[in-house]
């Protein structure tokens, strides 16, 4: 049995890593998500047998996995694809909690005095999984506008998280060196709990993909400590997959916004003022705006086209009306592609993801890296629901908040559409040059009429 077990363990391990690598791709990652969703039944069903249940505690089990099955399925199949971000952070931060969780039911088990190999992963979950709980949720109330998507500061607040941290550090070794009491343990958790609320308060929405990133890698790591106090072989395997796919993610992330990973947690992004003064800088400015007749004209007629979705067409659910859009300027004889910023919308691939609902077909979408040489040769780009990503101020203005991100060549194709409800500034806070260039015609209005419009533009040109 115990070969078996061992055997079914690295079978799962295996579909872990699959459907890791199959997740790099937007063509492969439906099929990695459920390669790696079979890993995890054949590591859930091995682990049955380890377990020592009463009757009272099987039918527990029971209970909760019904619940959380019902739970799950029912939140991913009602999720709007413009709340996926939200859904993301709520999900990791419930993995954080119940790592948690699990290593203050060990500690209990173990008594007063248990050996240090035990005691130290115990409270290496305790310590990040509930900052990764109470992070995620702060994140999750953000990015559904529960609370202020703006950092909250106050003087003194770093001194406050290194006081908090402090604490939690004695915490600790209290009860590593000295006695492992509830007292000890249980303080340590609300510590941590407090110390994850705090972390992401002063972080703005903007920078809310980079943080669901860390805080999934803190869950993963948490995992992976709960895997060493159970002596699990799948959760330790899980767990590191996770904390190292994730933390990869969040130094790419971060390279995405040309800021470091310090910056974007300390460095209180997005504050009001920046709105403010975007607003007064705007003041006097004008902008050339055009009906849906020139532009279907303009884009019936061009050779090469470039969308650029941002999130207002994840807000529109506009995805279905820019496949449209394509395959009629397709049918044209008009070349088609989609250039994905890596941090467009609100968490990595949201773009990617949203744009496959809509059956967009693989080859047409383009990492940035990959696109950003053409638009000198694309007749139009179409910016749809994109604001700081294309912004030129990253290139061109040092003293800009996006100064040094990179950003999509929007601004050297040919003749530029901007689609935009209004002038509002996105979540950078400042003004966008291209919107005021030469060569940009705006379009205002909400993303779905107005690819509706463009549609039926094209269709009469």
Do not use: W
């Amino acid at each position: 049995m115990t070969l078996l077990i061992s055997l079914a363990y690295l079978v799962a391990a295996v579909l872990f890593i699959l459907g890791l690598k199959q997740l790099s791709s937007p063509k492969g990652a439906r099929n990695g998500n459920f390669t790696a969703a079979a890993g995890m039944v054949i590591a859930l069903g091995a682990t049955v047998p380890l377990l020592h249940f009463t009757t009272a505690g099987a039918v527990i089990v029971a209970v909760g996995i019904v619940i959380g099955a019902v739970i799950g399925t029912f939140g991913a199949r009602m999720v709007h694809m413009t709340a996926i971000p939200q859904m993301v952070a709520l999900f990791n931060g419930v993995g954080g909690g119940a790592a948690a969780l699990v290593a203050v039911a060990e500690l209990l088990h173990f008594g007063v005095h248990p050996s240090f190999s035990l005691v130290l992963p115990s409270v290496l979950s305790i310590v990040i999984g509930s900052i990764s709980f109470a992070g995620s949720m702060v994140a999750f109330a953000k990015l559904q506008e529960l609370m202020t998507g703006t950092p909250i500061t106050y003087p003194g607040q770093q001194v406050v998280n290194g006081l908090l941290a402090a604490a939690i550090i004695g915490f600790a070794i209290a009860v590593l060196a000295i006695a492992s009491i509830p007292f000890s343990f249980i303080s340590l958790m609300v510590l941590a709990l407090i110390l994850g609320v705090a972390f992401v308060l002063p972080i703005g929405g903007a920078d809310m993909p980079v943080v669901i990133s860390l805080l999934n890698a803190c869950t993963g790591l948490a995992v992976a400590a709960s895997g060493f106090t159970l002596n699990n072989f799948a959760l330790i395997v899980a767990g590191t997959l996770v904390g190292a796919s994730g933390s990869l993610l969040t130094k790419l992330m971060s390279d995405a916004m040309g800021r470091s990973l310090a910056n974007v947690l300390f460095g209180a992004f997005g504050q009001v003022q920046h709105a403010a003064t975007a607003a007064a800088g705007a003041a006097g400015r004008s902008v050339r705006s055009a009906s849906a007749e020139d532009l279907g004209t303009l884009l019936a007629y061009s050779q090469r086209v470039i969308i650029v979705p941002g999130y207002g067409l994840a807000v529109a659910q506009a995805q279905h009306a820019a496949r449209e859009l394509a395959d009629v300027l397709e049918k044209r004889g008009v070349e088609v592609e989609y250039a994905i910023h890596p941090v467009a919308g609100r968490m990595p691939g949201h773009m990617n993801v949203l744009l496959a609902e809509a059956n967009v077909p693989y080859e047409q979408l383009k990492e940035m890296d990959q696109v950003n040489d053409d638009f000198k040769n694309a007749d139009v780009a179409l910016i749809v629901g994109a604001n700081d990503v294309v912004n030129p101020a990253a290139r061109s203005t040092p003293g800009s908040p996006i100064y040094g991100m990179p950003i999509l060549n929007a601004d050297q194709a040919k003749n530029i559409i901007f689609m935009k409800r209004s002038m509002r500034p996105g979540f950078a806070g400042i003004d966008n040059e291209l919107m005021f260039g030469p060569k940009t015609l705006m379009f205002f209005g909400d993303a779905k009429d107005s690819l509706t419009k463009l549609v039926s533009a094209v269709k009469a040109a």
